[in-house]
């Protein structure tokens, strides 16, 4: 009996270790995650678009109506803020500006003034100052009137003049925003005076000769 039993385990497992040589151990990867021979995990998350590029963007900090915020939408709006942009008109810097520009306030070295992030700011300030100057009767009569359904307001003015000068905005205010104006990608400045209305420029005071302080 007991010859018998050892006879029937024996053959049992004979039978398993003959079986175990036909059994095909397939390797599993979950989707997103494995080992690599050198044992470094690597993690990775797909997504729907997982061959397309995805791009994040990067949240500036909310300055709200303030002067800083005014700069800022500027610059975006100018060049997306690139401070060595030249467009195809020739216009340069994050808030692109022209060559005889950029001689009224002062500014010489265009190469510099590209390179020179803090030129082109006390630039961007120092024709705010002319501007308010330029339209200073204009600043006082039409704030708070509504032409072609935007409020007149100081900031929006002064927005305006950068994108067409001061002699434009005169004529589109005097006209009651008949004779209007676009610049060579067809920006009007009806636009801007509604993109950058009621922002806080109020400490930058008018004046006839602003120039840039390049020391």
């Known amino acids: 009996m007991i010859k018998k039993r050892s006879y029937f385990i024996g053959l049992t ?13 397939k390797e599993e990867k979950l989707e997103g995650f494995h ?3 050198s044992e ?13 590029e995805v791009i994040i963007p990067v949240k500036v900090p909310h300055v709200g109506k303030s002067f800083a915020g005014f700069a800022q939408k500027m610059a975006y709006k100018e060049s997306r803020g690139i401070l060595h942009l030249v467009n195809p008109y020739g216009y340069m810097g994050k808030y692109q500006f022209g060559r ?3 001689r009224t306030v002062g500014v010489y070295d265009f190469q510099e003034f590209l390179r020179n992030a803090v030129w082109q700011d006390k630039a961007f300030e120092a024709l705010i100052a002319r501007n308010k100057w330029e339209l200073r009767k204009e600043i006082q009569k039409y704030s708070g009137r509504i032409i072609n359904g935007v409020e007149i ?7 305006a003049a ?11 205010l005097r006209s009651n ?4 104006f676009k610049d060579g990608f067809g920006t ?28």
């Open 162 to 172: 950068h994108l067409g000068g001061a002699g434009s905005v005169k004529k589109y």
């Open 35 to 37: 080992l690599s021979n």
């Open 188 to 215: 009007s400045l009806s636009s801007y005076i509604r993109k950058f209305s009621n922002y806080d420029i109020s400490h930058i005071e008018a004046d006839a000769n602003a120039k840039v302080n390049l020391e």
């Open 153 to 159: 307001t100081e900031s929006g003015l002064v927005a």
């Open 100 to 102: 005889s520009t950029l």
């Open 13 to 25: 497992l004979l039978v398993l270790v003959v079986s175990s040589g036909f059994i095909t151990f």
């Open 177 to 180: 925003g008949r004779n209007g």
């Open 40 to 52: 470094v995990i690597k993690y990775h998350v797909p997504n729907e678009y997982e061959n397309e």
